[in-house]
């Protein structure tokens, strides 16, 4: 594998480098540099100032909107939009449901929506846990069952990510129940405005609004919201979650991450000496930075066969996992860095309106993000499929053990 960047490839970089400079909305990066949370609003400006570039969907084929970037265009992206501390791109539209739509959705469903994903218009959430199914998602119980023209939506999802921001969500529903959990499970999209539809806020111990429940009572959704056919569900979100898992890694972030850490480490005294200095903390930093380049190489294993024709596959299990670890194991540094400012920090975040309150209000930004990012990386173990769950899949479908 070369990982040499040709001539062309870092003359891209410089490109995406000074749009986030010079182009890109500058308060959205101030407000992630003070550790405040950004609205819906803020997020909607974001993504369309990467679609305003032609760069919102670069995973996308190009007769969709997307770029049509090569495997190393995309990861030099990512980079720089990591690099410049822009927030990552909202992923329930533009890379989870938007693929599912493309290469499973009728020709009028994708002239109905991905125009729109493409321009931020809408938001989605994404639908699939449930209070008795999480990690055994093949359990799940919300039902659909048909109406005519139309399907009648009853149950619960919860954990979902941004379900007060969303217009749509993409729901898993049982549509038949047959021998094997996994059949008679059906794709639907549903509009969040329906009369039924239900938002209840789940306020984590970060003291920030990610998630919720979203129940459904009685709620009416036509059949051709319906992505492929009935009962084929599982295999679409089998699909999308290729996705989803091999979008975790996250590298330059995490290395902006250890650079900013050994930055504050070489500032910060402890007993009169550089944080930098004790042998203790420099030995957990330097085992944590190999373990990210091993993750990095096993990411960029993944493109180049990606690059090369072939599909993430079961192989994506091992970046989830290993991308969890690796995150964890860096907000664990920073905590211990952040030491009693970051717990003030997070208690008066918790007891005051953060976007409300005045700038700087909270300075130094750091105690705030460090605590807020460990709390947040607790739940990496679970969301997208628990490490459990993916040692199981790797052991059975890549490593053939049983």
């Known amino acids: 594998m070369d990982l040499r960047y040709s001539d062309a490839e870092r003359a891209f970089a410089d490109e995406v480098r000074n749009f986030f400079q010079n182009e890109y909305p500058q308060d959205i990066l101030d407000k992630r540099r003070r550790g405040q949370s950004l609205s819906k609003e803020d997020l909607q400006r974001s993504e369309r100032a990467l679609s305003d570039r032609g760069w919102l969907a ?67 959430a994404q639908g699939y846990s449930e209070p008795g199914a999480g990690s055994d998602l093949a359990g799940l ?18 954990w979902t990510s941004q379900a007060h921001f969303a217009d749509w969500i993409f729901c898993l529903v049982r549509t038949s129940r ?18 039924g539809v239900r938002v209840e806020p789940i306020i984590t111990v970060d003291g920030g609004h990610h998630l919720n429940t979203v129940s459904f009572t009685d709620v009416r959704v036509p059949q051709s919201n319906r992505v492929g056919e009935e009962g084929k ?7 999308l979650l290729t996705h989803e898992r091999t979008s975790y890694a996250h590298i330059a972030g995490k290395k902006e991450q250890m650079r900013k850490l050994e930055e504050f480490a ?16 420099r030995r957990r930093y330097d085992a944590v930075a190999v373990e990210l380049t091993t993750l990095e190489f096993t990411t960029l ?36 860095a952040s030491g009693y400012p970051g717990l003030r920090a997070v208690r008066d975040r918790s007891q005051a309106d953060w976007n409300g309150g005045p ?36 052991a059975k479908q890549v490593l053939g053990l049983e």
Do not use: H
Request: glycine share 10%.
């Open 301 to 336: 294993r993944t493109l180049a066969a990606v690059a090369t024709g072939g599909a993430p596959g079961n192989e994506s299990s091992i970046l989830k996992v290993r991308s969890t670890e690796v995150a964890q194991a860096i907000t664990e540094l920073w905590v211990e």
């Open 233 to 239: 569900g599982w295999s679409y979100a089998k699909y």
């Open 58 to 124: 670069a995973n996308w084929p190009p007769e969709y909107g997307g770029t049509g970037w090569n495997v190393t265009e995309k990861y030099l992206f990512d980079e720089e939009l990591e690099r410049a501390g822009a927030p990552p791109i909202v992923p329930m539209g533009v890379i989870y449901v938007a693929p599912v739509l493309y290469t499973f959705g009728s020709e009028e469903q994708k002239r109905r929506f991905l125009p729109d994903i493409l321009r931020a218009n809408t938001f989605w």
């Open 141 to 158: 119980e919300c039902r659909a069952d048909p109406d005519g023209d139309d399907y009648i939506v009853n149950g619960t999802k919860t």
């Open 266 to 281: 070489r500032a910060t005294e402890s007993g009169g000496t550089a944080l930098w200095d004790d042998v203790e903390f």
């Open 359 to 394: 700038e700087g209000a909270f300075a130094p930004a750091w105690p705030v993000t460090a605590v807020a990012d460990y709390f947040f990386t607790r739940a990496q173990s679970i969301y997208g499929g628990t490490n459990e769950i993916q040692k199981n899949v790797i």
């Open 178 to 195: 047959e021998e094997r959990k996994q059949q008679g499970i059906t794709f639907l999209m549903i509009d969040m405005n329906t009369p």
